[in-house]
C-alpha cells in the first residue's frame, strides 16, 4: 500500500523568506501523480501544486515550488518570499495514474512571523 | 465552471441521534465522489467513496454509511451516533477520467456530537 510521509509536524518562517516543507512517499508504481494542498484556519482545502511523476521537470506555481527526486521518492515543496496568508497547514498527497484514491501525509502546521 | 456544495457547516448532535451530512457537485458529470475526515486538525481520512450512482465503497469499517442517490449527490449518514464521530468532515469530487487530477475540496461539516 502507498503511504506519504510528512516528518516535520511543525514549520515556521520569516515574512519574505523561503521554507522548504519535506515528504516522502513509498510506492511501487512507476508512474503517479504527487500533490501539495494548503488548509488554511477556514479549513477549505485548496490544491496548491501538483506533478506528474513521468515529468522530470519540476512543477512551478508562482511562489511554489517542487523538487521532485523519483528515485529517493521525495516531493518537497519550496515556498519563496513567504507571506502572512501562507500560514496553515499543508499536506502532501499522493495518487496512482491507474487509480482515483489520495492517500494524505498527516500534515505539516506552517506559521509565518512577521 | 465546476462547485462542489457542502452542509451543513456546523453541526452539534447528541450521542444516538441520526446524521445526515449532504454534498452536491454542479458543473460536471460522472465525478467521483469522496467522505473524509479530519480528527484534530491533522490527517484526512478516506471514508468512503463513489464512482457512480449507487456505487459505495467503504474504506473504514464504522458507524457510518455513504449513500448515492444521484450523479451529483453524495450522503454521509448515520443511524445513532458515537463520541468518536465527532470531527471535520470533507466532502471531495474528482474527474473519472484525465491524467491530472487532483480533487477539489467542499468547505467541510464540522461536526461535534455531545
Known amino acids: 500500500a502507498q503511504t506519504v510521509t510528512q516528518s516535520q509536524p511543525e514549520m515556521s518562517v520569516q515574512e519574505a523568506e523561503t521554507v522548504t516543507l519535506s515528504c516522502t512517499y513509498d510506492?511501487?508504481?512507476?508512474?503517479?501523480?504527487l500533490f501539495w494542498y494548503k488548509q488554511p484556519p477556514s479549513r477549505q482545502m485548496i490544491l496548491v501544486i501538483r506533478?506528474?511523476?513521468?515529468?522530470?521537470q519540476n512543477a512551478t506555481e508562482n511562489r511554489f515550488s517542487v523538487n521532485f527526486q523519483k528515485a529517493a521518492k521525495s516531493f518537497s515543496l519550496k515556498i519563496s518570499d513567504s507571506q502572512l496568508g501562507d500560514a496553515a497547514m499543508y499536506f502532501c498527497?499522493?495518487?496512482?495514474?491507474?487509480?482515483?484514491?489520495?492517500?494524505f501525509g498527516e500534515g505539516t502546521q506552517l506559521t509565518v512571523n512577521p | 465552471s465546476q462547485t462542489i456544495h457542502q452542509w451543513p457547516a456546523t453541526l452539534v448532535q447528541p450521542v444516538g441521534s441520526p446524521l445526515s451530512l449532504e454534498c452536491t457537485v454542479e458543473?460536471?458529470?460522472?465525478?467521483?465522489l469522496y467522505w473524509y475526515r479530519q480528527a484534530a486538525g491533522r490527517g484526512l481520512q478516506l471514508l468512503f467513496y463513489?464512482?457512480?450512482?449507487?456505487?459505495i465503497s467503504s474504506e473504514v469499517p464504522q458507524n457510518l454509511s455513504a449513500s448515492r442517490p444521484q450523479d451529483r449527490q453524495f450522503i454521509l449518514s448515520s443511524k445513532k451516533l458515537l463520541l468518536s464521530d465527532s470531527g471535520f468532515y470533507l466532502c471531495?469530487?474528482?474527474?473519472?477520467?484525465?491524467?491530472?487530477?487532483?480533487?477539489?475540496f467542499g468547505s467541510g461539516t464540522r461536526l461535534t456530537v455531545v
Open positions: 471531495a469530487w474528482s474527474l473519472r477520467t484525465g491524467r491530472v487530477n487532483g480533487y477539489t
Open positions: 510506492t511501487s508504481e512507476s508512474d503517479y501523480y
Open positions: 506533478q506528474e511523476a513521468y515529468k522530470q
Open positions: 498527497a499522493y495518487r496512482r495514474v491507474s487509480g482515483s484514491r489520495l492517500t
Open positions: 458543473g460536471t458529470s460522472n465525478p467521483n
Open positions: 463513489s464512482v457512480g450512482i449507487g456505487q
